[in-house]
């Protein structure tokens, strides 16, 4: 086997000696599970996610066996994130994982950084960054400081000038971007997949699944109300279809309570619309989806009443407050 520094791995899991490692090893997800020493990398792997979303992720880089557990707990984090299906939390555990990464690169040495440059395929010299790469990068930023627009930048032959401390900075967006990419999650065993949806619920900010009976018709918003009223009367559109079936599976029903209210449609098809549902959910497709934003409804030209909201969960909910 390698020499593998897995000290500097269990610092920057992300980078590909990484991956090298970890398939030197020779173990299954399952076989890991097994394992008297690694299984206990699951654990740490759930917690890790827990903590990354709660914004309290700290790594323990102390021992040989301290090290190796890091590496394999943020492989399986990185497979519960991406079983979720949810963009917004693997997005916030790669901003989690990019800035715990950014503060052991402001203890490091310029050798080490170099070569975590090299595996970015960050190309900066003499503190010095092609505006193509820097406009990736800094798109983040710019949004909330303005020292970080284009606009505010030197620049000379196409090159950005940047300081040092900038330079580590652009390091962490792109870890962030390298840590969000999707990876492969097929064949995992069911229990990452029940945890993954445990966390999906947790952090997704839906509530929890709801009965029929628990559902408050009069809470929802007016827009949805005329959706299932079109619906009844065998008028409506594909983008309705798809507002009415996402936010009641974000206020928490099943897939059958859903099916029962699109059973009013006159033309209902059972199967059909079973596997559409199910496709939503996450259940028929790699991603769950969500219901769009008031401004996304008001663009399929489906809001009926100014409600002063920005969704259409925000309506129910407060709705639900007041009654």
């Not at 559409?276 to 009926?304: D, H, M, N, W």
């Amino acid at each position: 086997m390698a020499d593998y520094d897995l000290k500097l791995l269990a610092k920057y899991p992300f980078l590909d000696e990484s991956k090298k490692y970890v398939s030197s090893l020779g173990l299954s997800i399952a076989q890991m599970q097994e394992h008297p020493i690694y299984s206990s990398s699951f654990e740490m792997g759930k917690n890790r996610v827990h903590q990354a979303l709660e914004g309290k992720l700290s790594i323990d880089v102390g021992d040989e066996i301290s090290q190796e557990l890091s590496i394999l707990s943020f492989v399986v984090a990185r497979i519960l994130v991406n079983l979720t299906g949810n963009k917004s939390i693997i997005r916030r555990y790669a901003r989690a994982e990019a800035r715990q990464a950014h503060r052991f690169l402001t203890r490091e040495n310029e050798t080490t950084i170099e070569e975590i440059k090299k595996d970015l395929r960050l190309k900066t010299k003499e503190y010095k960054i092609h505006y193509n790469s820097y406009v990736q990068l800094a798109q983040d930023l710019a949004k909330t400081k303005p020292e970080w627009k284009l606009v505010n930048r030197r620049m000379h032959k196409g090159f950005i000038e940047i300081k040092k401390t900038e330079e580590l900075t652009l390091m962490r967006e792109s870890i962030m971007n390298k840590i969000n990419k999707p990876i492969n999650v097929k064949k995992t065993p069911h229990q990452f997949k029940e945890t993954a949806n445990h966390i999906n619920n947790k952090y997704s900010g839906r509530p929890a699944e709801i009965s029929m009976k628990e559902l408050d018709m009069e809470a929802l918003p007016p827009c949805i109300k005329q959706i299932i009223a079109s619906m009844e009367s065998g008028s409506v559109s594909h983008n309705s279809m798809f507002v009415l079936a996402t936010s009641l599976l974000d206020l928490g029903l099943k897939t059958d309570n859903v099916l029962t209210i699109f059973s009013r449609y006159p033309s209902y098809n059972e199967e059909k619309s079973r596997y559409q549902i199910e496709f939503l959910s996450g259940k028929k497709s790699p991603t769950k989806y969500s219901c769009p934003t008031c401004a996304r409804i008001k663009g399929y030209g489906l809001c009926v009443a100014e409600c002063n909201i920005k969704h259409p969960l925000m309506y129910y909910r407060d709705k639900r407050k007041k009654r």
